[in-house]
Nanobody, 119 residues
Framework: QVQVVESGGGLVQPGGSLRLSCAASGNIFRFYTMGWYRQAPGKEREMVASITAGGIKTYADSVKGRYTISRDNAKNTAYLQMNSLKPEDTAVYYC?????????????WGQGTQVTVSS
């Protein structure tokens, strides 16, 4: 069983920055596609950004130019750098890890970390 743990959330003022981290257990992290999702109150969970094992990055239109996803395979960790934060970015942010070697398996999810953007 792969464990996925997010960290780095918190309260930040509009225009501020946060960096989220997502650590995944196991020794095949380099084969995972890592994804960041978020869910605001009363809304469905939405994809924010993802990065494949080969480093291909995808972003939601709402965060392009403000968020940057990256990964460090040596540390089994993915990151989400969030800049120019807006109140509408407020949500619980979740990380998932999907094994590209076994695409039929469900991804592993973390427990989420709260991000609140407010003055």
């Amino acid at each position: 069983q792969v464990q996925v743990v997010e960290s780095g959330g918190g309260l930040v003022q509009p225009g501020g920055s946060l960096r989220l981290s997502c650590a995944a257990s196991g020794n095949i992290f380099r084969f995972y596609t890592m994804g960041w999702y978020r869910q605001a109150p009363g809304k469905e969970r939405e994809m924010v950004a993802s990065i494949t094992a080969g480093g291909i990055k995808t972003y939601a239109d709402s965060v392009k130019g403000r968020y940057t996803i990256s990964r460090d395979n040596a540390k089994n960790t993915a990151y989400l750098q969030m800049n120019s934060l807006k109140p509408e970015d407020t949500a619980v942010y979740y990380c998932n890890a999907k094994n590209q070697l076994a695409p039929n398996l469900d991804p592993y999810w973390g427990q989420g970390t709260q991000v609140t953007v407010s003055s």
